[in-house]
């Protein structure tokens, strides 16, 4: 139904009247672009809309880029039931296979590192401390 609506309007058989303020995506631009998810460990999560035949780095470029915890070496895409994880670290180090492209509605995942553990570990102890010292002062007075 959408597809006919779009082609018809392209044609200029049919008048969009009554949808002002609404976007046709690829209308305007005159481009095709696909929906795609980025999820994790990325600075802005959420869809992004993307010319279609993107690749993984166009979509995560789209939500701002990974974020400083990101793994980059497990990034996950999930369409339908199918489900690929691509080291997207070695092809930074130019040694990994190819970007692959994504296709309309694809969900991609960015875990958070795990080998960043003591960061947050340090975080917390220093947290404490900082609290006990101001306690003390406190007390002490």
């Not at 696909?34 to 780095?57: E, I, K, R, Y």
């Not at 930074?92 to 692959?100: A, Q, R, T």
């Not at 102890?125 to 306690?135: I, M, Q, R, S």
Request: aromatic share 8%.
């Amino acid at each position: 139904m959408r597809a006919t609506f779009c082609a018809l309007l392209l044609a200029g058989i049919c008048t969009a009247s009554g949808l002002e303020g609404y976007v046709v995506p690829g209308l305007e631009t005159g481009e095709v672009l696909m929906s795609v998810h980025v999820w994790g460990c990325v600075n802005v999560p959420g869809t992004q809309l993307l010319p279609a035949g993107s690749d993984l780095v166009a979509a995560l470029s789209a939500a701002g880029g990974p974020s400083a915890d990101a793994d980059l070496t497990e990034v996950r895409m999930v369409f339908d039931s199918t489900e690929s994880i691509y080291d997207l670290e070695s092809f930074l180090m130019g040694e990994g296979p190819p970007v692959p492209s994504l296709v309309p509605g694809v969900t991609v995942y960015v875990p958070r590192s795990t080998s960043d553990w003591w960061k947050e570990a340090l975080d917390v102890a220093y947290k404490l401390l900082v609290t006990a010292n101001l306690v003390w002062i406190m007390l002490d007075r």
